[in-house]
């Protein structure tokens, strides 16, 4: 009797074991390509339902799925052009976190360099004008390297080419809004 | 009861608000000191009368009146007293009520002022405010109403109305829905205030100056009666930006601050042109100039100021922050409409006579700094602007909605805030007026050297990335000059007056409170921008799922996962939380608790990240509850954001660098007068 | 007092008209986009009554239409057309997919009415799934680009149903899953008779 005892447990004795220990016996299944891959390209894209998300945080059902599949793909051996592609195609341009050149998009790229650039140029005519109207009446004034404080009584008259300079200036200004 | 006595006085104030303008105009017209009087009393009175229908309010969310449509979508049984408070904010028709009664107040503060010396502007003053502020209340009068409380009509469905629609009968629910668990968070709190804070003390500056305009005022006794309502504006929507960023960081789980979303770049660009604004005065009060741009820059921020708000609200612009739609929209619209044109008309119609003081001698001097400093923040406002609106362009003329997003704008504002970080440090170092590129040149040299030692250290130590490299070398920079600004104006002040060194450092700044309390925003600002270079250019992260035991590394730690708990806390969250240790070469530096909390009432989740934070940077460890979590194995997410806490340092010093510049001091301003 | 620099004062001169006109042109362009936004927002679903832009669906793999792997909506003038939205990610959609396909079934033989499948954001393995356990036959395919479901609702969700008549005109729209086989064939049948 105790024999057929010890011979069960001993038998047993390693389901038991993985009953009462399973912290030791089990380890997570890293899923292949990693977490990590997969991200790398998921928090490129954006959700193509939810508003202004992140694929990789995003937590709907849907992103998971999304997500599983970036997985499969990058499995299966696909570029990450080719799954943004894959994205683009299926779910239109709204996934990626960018618009792409396409259509009327290179707009978004152009126009606020170009814009600045005009203002930068703006500001520069402006400089000039203002340089020629400070200079003009001070001739023969002494340009030394010195700083000094601009003379607090300088009066200047207002030409007429003051004044055609200065015209120029406030359309400049304006043309700056 | 309340609810009819809470839009009662929603009614009368908005009533009052109109008197006030008509009065005002009528005032103005007829030169009538009794009718000007008339509207300031009228608008006086309206702040006790928003203040208690606000706390009617207040009272019901408290008590639980889940009668009211409000209240059962903002509160619930389970949350505390504290933010049910705040839960006045919570939704969209409380957070109108929020905005008029800042409003109110900062309008009825600027009406107890001595009004002597401008009564000419005061009129105009009081209208634009009270304009602003009957529109809000119109909001909450026609769509918006707080007040309105559940019925179920004879077809059997429920309605919030004001009054009974034909047949109803009133509802009362049990509970109410309770507020986005998003939003139970101490920065809740704080955030929405401070934004509209800033919001609505822009409003006092562009009342001054439309009545600038009005009255044909060309001088600037408008932007030094509003100096300090510009500093004032200007910090709160920092703070406000801030939390806004702290708030993000805590609990939307993805260890970011800032994700360029709609929203949020609709706040940024009231505060763009506020601070361009805030620069370029100070030309105008020193050397007369610009007096045309300063105005078009104030009315640009109202006008921001309105559309940013507008565009939370409207369901135009997706965004995760957006509140649901509603019909506020056109009237939003026809607002912007009138307010957009008449200060445009006002402004060419004026043109001529903000004469334009022509005394640009140098482009080296702090006048030509001052405009590239302008330059710059409009490059990045426009940058803000257009990548806002071209969804909305994209998905009407091509059908095709498209995402701008944070590679966008960083690639285009990255080289432009860092232009403005060098001109923070070179700026102090001009002189008003002349100035060349020697004399500019001999000041550079003394803070440029460090700063490229500081380069030529960083590289040393291994560091590669070139958008690191300049923006630490910028950062030093900036530091170095102010560093220097300090003690050469302290040594000089020392041998003239023989102070000894500290006092008359004190001495210094309390004479020259403004100039030097931009120093130290300006310091506070390349602090934050430590924190941003490192979160940025350095942050990793990493994803993995773990069985218990097992362990998860980054960027040079480990961390264990030891165990999962779940348990009912006692507000009625379901908690699911995770143990893990950290070490550090094999050293325990201590346990992280990442949760997430499942509220029953809402049926929402909300992931709160175990965090642990040092100087050098964050461990944001986020336990990933949509994926699958067992008792054995859970996903985990792990980010390293290095140097992040400077951030946070960094907007702590500016509000300290606020009081400093705007502490009065009463002697100066006698001075002045 | 405020002192006044002494320095060159520009002579009076307005905004430029050029300016101005610019300057107008800029805001009113503003205004006109926001309110076209703010109109568009109001009305994101097609309305009954109006012809329905035409469209092609590709269809996924092992469907087909008259030999083709591809529907276009021009081609199916003369029949009544039902297009449904589904996702495999969504519950409704699940509960009313028999009663569709059920509805599609008795329908089938007279050759009067069409029913059209659109598989909204969803990925293919989990839509192969859907189709195969609810034994779709009708023609199915996936809204690439999101093309197809912008043309009937910009703020889609599923289930969403369209019925068109013989001419193009949509006749009804059903929000969400339906209750029942006969509540779908109380819209089809008198369409095609032609009611």
Redesign the interface.
């Known amino acids: 009797m105790k024999t057929k005892i010890i011979v069960l447990l001993i038998c047993y004795f390693p389901l038991i074991m993985a009953v009462f220990i399973p912290a030791v016996a089990v380890s997570a299944q890293q899923p292949t390509p990693s977490d990590d891959e997969m991200n790398a390209i998921a928090r490129q894209l954006y959700c193509p339902v939810c508003e202004n998300t992140p694929l990789d945080v995003c937590p709907t059902t849907a992103c998971h799925q999304w997500r599983e599949l970036i997985r499969q793909m990058l499995a299966e051996g696909k570029s990450e052009a080719e799954i943004k592609q894959y994205f683009v195609d299926y779910y239109g341009a709204r996934v990626l976190s960018e618009p792409p050149i396409t259509g009327i998009n290179w707009l978004v790229y152009i126009v606020p360099p170009v814009t600045f650039l005009a203002g930068v140029y703006l500001l520069f005519r402006a400089f000039q004008i203002w340089k020629r109207m400070a200079k003009e009446p001070e001739m023969g004034v002494d340009k030394s390297d010195s700083p000094r404080k601009v003379p607090e009584s300088s009066k200047r008259s207002g030409s007429a080419e003051d004044g055609k300079y200065v015209v120029r200036l406030e359309e400049e200004l304006k043309k700056r809004k | 009861m309340l609810a009819q006595f809470g839009i009662g006085m929603f009614l009368l104030t908005f009533l009052l608000a109109l008197f006030s303008v008509g009065a005002a105009v009528a005032g103005y017209f007829s030169k009538s000191d009794r009718w000007v009087e008339a509207a300031r009393r009228s608008m006086l009175l309206i702040f006790p009368l928003i203040t208690v229908a606000a706390l009617t309010l207040i009272y019901l969310l408290v008590t639980g009146h889940y009668e009211i449509e409000y209240v059962y979508s903002v509160t619930s049984n389970d949350m505390p007293f504290y933010l049910k408070v705040t839960a006045l904010w919570g939704g969209q028709a409380g957070s109108l009520v929020l905005w008029s009664w800042l409003m109110s107040a900062f309008a009825s503060a600027v009406t107890l002022r001595k009004w002597e010396r401008d009564r000419e502007l005061l009129p105009w003053v009081i209208v634009v405010t009270s304009v602003t502020l009957a529109f809000f209340l119109s909001l909450t009068i026609l769509y918006e109403n707080p007040f309105a409380r559940w019925w179920q009509t004879t077809a059997g469905d429920f309605v919030p109305r004001m009054f009974a629609p034909a047949g109803a009968v009133a509802i009362t629910p049990m509970d109410g829905q309770g507020l986005n668990p998003l939003l139970r968070h101490p920065g809740m709190i704080v955030h929405p205030p401070m934004l509209y804070l800033g919001f609505v003390a822009f409003v006092i500056p562009y009342a001054f100056a439309i009545a600038a305009l009005v009255t044909g005022h060309s ?3 408008w932007i ?1 009666l509003t100096r300090r309502w510009t500093l004032v504006a200007w910090v709160f929507l920092s703070i406000g930006l801030v939390l806004g960023m702290r708030w993000a960081y805590d609990v ?3 260890g970011g601050y800032w ?1 360029w ?2 929203v949020e770049t609709a706040s940024l660009m009231p505060w763009l042109t506020g601070t361009a604004f805030l620069h370029s005065v100070m030309i105008q009060e020193k ?2 100039m610009f007096k ?2 300063n105005m ?1 820059l104030i009315i640009l921020t109202y006008a921001l100021v309105i559309f940013g708000t ?1 565009l939370t609200r ?7 922050h ?1 509140f649901s ?1 509603s019909a506020i ?2 009237m939003f ?1 026809a607002f ?2 009138i307010t ?2 008449t200060s ?1 008309a006002l402004l ?1 119609y004026r ?3 903000l ?9 080296f001097s702090r006048e ?1 700094f001052f ?2 400093n302008n ?1 710059l923040f ?2 990045v406002l ?2 803000c602007f ?2 806002v ?2 969804p ?17 704008y960083q690639r ?1 504002n990255g080289p432009l805030f860092g232009a403005l970080m060098a001109i923070m440090g070179i700026a102090p170092l001009t ?6 590129a ?2 500019l040149g001999r000041m550079l040299w003394k803070p440029a050297i460090p700063s490229l030692l500081t380069t030529v250290i960083l590289l040393f130590l291994g560091m590669r990335n070139w958008i690191a490299l300049i923006g630490f070398t910028l950062v030093a920079f900036v530091i170095f000059v102010t560093i220097y600004e300090f003690w050469s104006g302290g040594r000089s002040r020392e041998k003239k007056v023989k102070e000894n060194f500290l006092v008359a450092l004190w001495q210094l700044v309390g004479r020259n409170r403004r100039r030097y309390g931009g120093y130290l925003i300006h310091l506070s600002m390349v602090v934050m921008a430590i924190g941003i270079l490192g979160i940025e250019v350095y942050r990793t ?10 362990d998860i590394q980054i960027a040079g730690y480990t961390l264990r996962y030891n165990s999962l708990a779940q348990f009912p806390s006692t507000d009625g969250r379901f908690v699911t939380r995770a143990n893990m240790s950290v070490f550090r070469d094999g050293k325990l530096l201590g346990n992280l608790y990442p949760r997430y909390d499942y509220y029953p009432t809402s049926g929402q ?1 909300m992931t709160v990240a175990g965090v642990r934070s040092t100087l050098a940077d964050d461990l944001y460890v986020v336990l990933v ?3 699958n979590v067992s008792l ?2 859970a ?1 985990f997410k792990v980010y390293h954001n290095p140097l992040i806490n400077w951030l946070w340092i960094g907007s702590l010093m500016f509000i300290f660098g606020f009081l400093v510049a705007a502490w009065p001091d009463r002697e100066k301003e006698k001075r002045e007068e | 007092m405020l002192q006044e620099p002494d320095n060159a004062l520009a002579p009076k001169r307005g905004v430029p008209i050029w300016a101005q006109i610019l300057v107008w042109i800029g805001l009113l362009g503003l205004l006109g986009l926001l309110a076209a936004g703010l109109l568009n927002a109001k009305n994101p679903i097609l309305a009954v009554g109006s012809p329905v832009p035409d469209f092609t669906l590709t269809l996924f793999s092992g469907y087909e239409y008259n030999g083709a792997p591809e529907v276009k909506l021009s081609d199916l003038s003369g029949k009544v057309v039902v297009i449904n939205f589904w996702a495999s990610w969504c519950q409704p959609c699940a509960s009313e997919a028999p009663d569709v396909e059920a509805a599609w079934r008795s329908i089938e033989g007279t050759d009067q009415a069409i029913f059209l499948g659109v598989d909204y954001v969803d990925t293919e393995p989990e839509a192969r799934e859907y189709m195969t356990n609810f034994n779709l036959s009708y023609p199915n395919g996936p809204d690439m680009g999101g093309r197809n479901s912008q043309n009937f609702n910009r703020n889609m969700g599923v289930p969403e149903t369209y019925i068109i008549d013989q001419n193009g005109i949509l006749r009804f729209i059903q929000i969400g899953p339906f209750q029942s086989v006969a509540k779908i064939l109380a819209i089809i049948d008198p369409l095609v008779a032609g009611r």
Not at chain 2, 355 to 363: H, I, K, W, Y
Request: charged share 20%; hydrophobic share 45%.
């Open positions: 001088d600037d006794r030094r939307l789980g993805w994700a979303d709609p050397r007369g045309q741009w078009l507008f409207s369901g135009v612009f997706s965004s995760v957006a739609q929209g056109p619209f912007i409409g957009f044109v445009l060419i043109w001529k006579d004469r334009a003081e022509v005394e640009m001698r140098s482009l030509a405009l590239l330059l409009m490059g426009i940058v257009w990548g609106i071209f909305l362009i994209s998905e009407l003329v091509t059908g095709q909605k498209v995402t701008v997003g944070p590679p966008f285009a002189a008003w007026g002349r100035s060349t020697g004399t992260t990493t994803q993995k799922t773990l069985a218990v035991g097992e989740m509850n949509w994926e054995i194995q996903p």
